[in-house]
């Protein structure tokens, strides 16, 4: 069981700061946001970063804690460029990159419908495949080539590989009980969970869990994530909290504060460390 912390905001001084924080106050995983800018009634802009710069940053202020982006919305991104600023991180960090996938937020982003990104579910899930199988290629070291419907790669190869074998961990979201969604899952090596209709609860992550040991043919470690708050100050409100969702097979509890929390307020909940559970 590991335990992750979602960075809401900061700037490129703070957020490598944080995630050394993390790190020292005993923390598994430190995540950032990956936006261009949103734009919304709710939320006007504010500042954004570049999520590949900042997670270098990261690992080069960082030893043990696993990084990556919370979620990449990769169907805007070039796969081989992609390709080639994972395996850069993979090995800037030895080791210490996860790749969390999704859609993204194309009515928030601005970054999507404001510059004429493809904003169907089904357009962008197309992509996304398309995207994961040639980094899956390209991370090899192999030879690999990909001729699909939204982009052609003639064989090549990048070296070096990624650190990480047989690759980069990728957790796409999937949405539970959709099928379709859930075959993804299985190709790759975790799921950041979403619920169809309704709220996720923990019979949800068991049947999850249930699904995926019936159905993965790979042998390789499958990690599952949920997202919650919990009092750093309270600690057997915070076991109570995050007790259920363990015994329901999560491996990763993500410590999310989105809802306008202060800077101050988000590193004092880092400086507490994570749930602890006897």
Same mark, same amino acid.
């Given at each position: 069981?590991?335990?992750? %912390? ?18 020292a106050?005993?923390?598994? @995983?430190? %995540? ?16 954004? *970063?570049?999520? &590949?710069? =900042? ?11 696993? =990084?990556g ?11 081989? +460029? =992609? ?20 859609? @993204? ?16 579910? +089904? ?13 899956? #290629?390209?991370?090899? #070291? ?8 939204? *982009? ?21 979201? @999937? ?12 190709? &790759? ?6 619920? +169809? ?6 019979? /949800?992550?068991r ?10 043919? =790979? ?8 997202? #919650?708050?919990?009092?750093? /100050?309270?600690?057997?409100r ?8 363990i015994?329901?097979?999560?491996? &990763?509890?993500?410590?999310?504060r &989105?809802?306008n ?17 006897n």
């Amino acid at each position: 069981m590991r335990y992750g %912390f979602i960075i809401p905001a900061g700037d490129v001084q703070t957020i490598p700061e944080m995630a050394a924080e993390a790190e020292a106050a005993g923390w598994d @995983g430190v %995540f950032i946001a990956d936006c261009i800018s949103i734009d919304t009634p709710d939320y006007p802009p504010g500042p954004c *970063y570049d999520p &590949w710069i =900042l997670l270098a940053l990261m690992a080069a202020r960082t030893q043990r804690v696993i =990084l990556g982006p919370m979620i990449a919305a990769i169907s805007r991104r070039r796969p081989w +460029k =992609l390709a080639r600023e994972t395996m850069t991180l993979d090995h800037l960090s030895q080791g210490r990159i996860v790749l969390p996938v999704g859609l @993204g937020a194309a009515n928030d982003d601005a970054g999507f419908y404001k510059v004429g990104e493809e904003m169907s579910q +089904k357009g962008r899930a197309a992509l996304m495949d398309e995207c994961l199988d040639i980094l899956n #290629g390209a991370w090899s #070291g192999e030879l690999f080539s990909h001729d699909g419907d939204h *982009y052609h790669v003639q064989s090549m190869q990048l070296l070096p590989p990624s650190v990480q074998r047989p690759r980069i961990p990728v957790w796409p979201i @999937g949405v539970w009980p959709r099928e379709k969604s859930m075959r993804r899952v299985l190709r &790759w090596d975790g799921i950041v969970p979403q619920k +169809k209709d309704g709220d996720m609860t923990p019979e /949800d992550i068991r049947a999850i869990k249930t699904y995926v040991e019936a159905k993965r043919e =790979l042998t390789t470690p499958f990690d599952i994530t949920w997202e #919650g708050e919990t009092p750093g /100050d309270d600690p057997e409100r915070a076991a109570a909290i995050v007790r259920p969702w363990i015994d329901a097979g999560i491996t &990763w509890w993500m410590e999310a504060r &989105w809802n306008n929390t202060g800077l101050d307020e988000v590193r004092e909940r880092i400086r507490q460390g994570p749930p602890r559970i006897n």
